[in-house]
Every structure is written in structure tokens, then in C-alpha cells.
């Protein structure tokens, strides 16, 4: 596990799990997939199949031995609910996150799909924050799949934020993180993009996180938006640290 994670949203990272394939377009400069094959040049165990969906069970429990309450973004490394992933090694990984009561995990997935067609087989924990990806306008179904299932937290991040995104309906979710692409050959983001979500969370009454402006170098285009850092949490949740 990272305890020390740079992703400005969360504290920490565990990857049980690493690699993944691309589904949408938000998935074409993808960061995991730069870092893993980075981490598999400097003969890195853990990415010695460079970005191939690959099973860690010898750090399943890895939370379970940070005594000290931590917020957790389960497998930043790939997508807990890709396809090649089995049902049971899911169930496990959910077993131990309700196991380790004093941690707070956050899931991210693109693949909405598969959250709907396991829904009946998980009941998710209180220490869980479920989101998924919307990258442009052709992928809002994903929160519609999100927003009726039994996860205590919701979430979408609109990242990276290809396209302006309009009647966005953010009933029943909880948190909403947006930001442009960063590294090499990222995509533009335009502000009247952001501003216009940034709108609809004002009056949809969710938390809004501006996560960065992205570019190839991100931290001298900042997380200023109209003067101003964006980093609403979940009103809702008791975020353990």
C-alpha cells in the first residue's frame, strides 16, 4: 500500500489489483497504463506484466495491518470491476474492505455495467465510497446506473473532462470530482466545461472537487477555478484520518 498517495482526493492507494484495458475515450492517455509500464522497465514485481489485468492475493490484506484510519483509493493501478476480474475475487477484496471498519475506501469504475449485474450479490459496506468515470457527454448512462444502488456514498469524477457535459442529473449522488487531462499528448479542457458543472453541483447541492486543469504540466496550471480551490468532501460521510 501507498499511504502517502499524490492523487489530491484521497490519502492513500491499495492495488490488489493491477492492469486494465481501454473502454471509452477517457481511457486514451491513461496514466496507470504510462506508470505500469515505467514500473515494469525498472523490473518492478508487481508489474511484471506490465499493464495485463494481474491478481495480487498476497497484499488482499494489506489494510488490515494500517492500524492508523486512512482514506483509500482501491486499485488506482486498474478497475476492480474489469471483465477478466472473477466474481469471487471481488467478494474478497468487498470482505476484507468490510473487515477494516476504520478505513474509508473509495471505488472508482468505468465499467457500470458490471456494478449493475453484481448489485444482488454485494451488500456494500458503510465505509465505502462507490463512483464511476463520466468523461463526456455519451457516457452519463454510468450515472445512472450508480445512483439507485445501496453504496452509504456516491460518486462521479468527471475526469479527464473531454467535452462540456449538459442536464446532468445528480439526484442521489454525493460528490462530484472534476479535472482536465495531465501528462504528455493530454487533451484540452475548456473552462465554460467546468464552470457549467461546478453550476449544476451548486444547484443540485453536491459537494464539488476541482481536482486540476491538467496539461502536460499540471502543477503550473493549478486547481484555481475563478480564483478560487474547489475541495468540497461529502457532506454526509465521517471521513476517518
Same mark, same amino acid.
Given at each position: ?43 518492478? $514485481?508487481?508489474?511484471?506484466?506490465g499493464f495485463k489485468v494481474t491478481i ?12 492508523? $484510519? ?17 466474481? =469471487? ?48 457527454? =455519451? ?20 475526469? $479527464? ?16 470530482i472534476v479535472g482536465g487531462e495531465s ?15 461546478? #453550476? #449544476? ?14 496539461g502536460v504540466n499540471k502543477k503550473k ?9 474547489? =475541495? ?10
Amino acid at each position: 500500500m501507498n499511504i502517502n498517495s499524490k492523487i489530491e482526493w484521497t490519502g492513500s492507494t491499495w492495488n490488489p489489483i493491477t492492469g486494465c484495458t481501454k473502454i471509452s475515450p477517457g481511457c486514451k492517455n491513461c496514466y496507470a497504463e504510462r506508470m505500469a509500464r515505467r514500473l515494469q522497465s525498472m523490473n518492478m $514485481p508487481s508489474y511484471r506484466n506490465g499493464f495485463k489485468v494481474t491478481i495480487h492475493e498476497e497484499i488482499f490484506t494489506a489494510p488490515l495491518q494500517i492500524k492508523k $484510519p486512512c482514506l483509500i483509493f482501491v486499485n488506482s493501478m486498474s478497475d476492480l470491476f474489469h471483465e477478466s476480474i472473477p466474481t =469471487d475475487v471481488i467478494l474478497q477484496l468487498i470482505n476484507v474492505i468490510k473487515r477494516a471498519t476504520w478505513h474509508t475506501f473509495q471505488i472508482l469504475t468505468k465499467r457500470s455495467e458490471r456494478l449493475i449485474a453484481l448489485e444482488s450479490l454485494i451488500d456494500w459496506p458503510e465505509n465505502v465510497w462507490l463512483g464511476v468515470s463520466v468523461e463526456n457527454n =455519451d457516457y452519463k448512462f454510468r450515472i445512472d446506473h450508480l445512483r439507485n444502488l445501496n453504496a452509504n456514498i456516491k460518486f462521479i469524477s468527471f475526469e $479527464p473532462l473531454l467535452g462540456r457535459i449538459v442536464d446532468v442529473d445528480l439526484s442521489n449522488i454525493d460528490w462530484a470530482i472534476v479535472g482536465g487531462e495531465s501528462g504528455p499528448h493530454s487533451r484540452l479542457i475548456e473552462k465554460e466545461w467546468v464552470t457549467t458543472l461546478r #453550476d #449544476d453541483c451548486i444547484k443540485q447541492n453536491v459537494p464539488f472537487y476541482f481536482k486540476q486543469w491538467g496539461g502536460v504540466n499540471k502543477k503550473k496550471s493549478g486547481r484555481l477555478l475563478e480564483g478560487k480551490i474547489w =475541495d468540497e468532501m461529502p457532506t454526509k460521510a465521517t471521513i476517518l484520518q
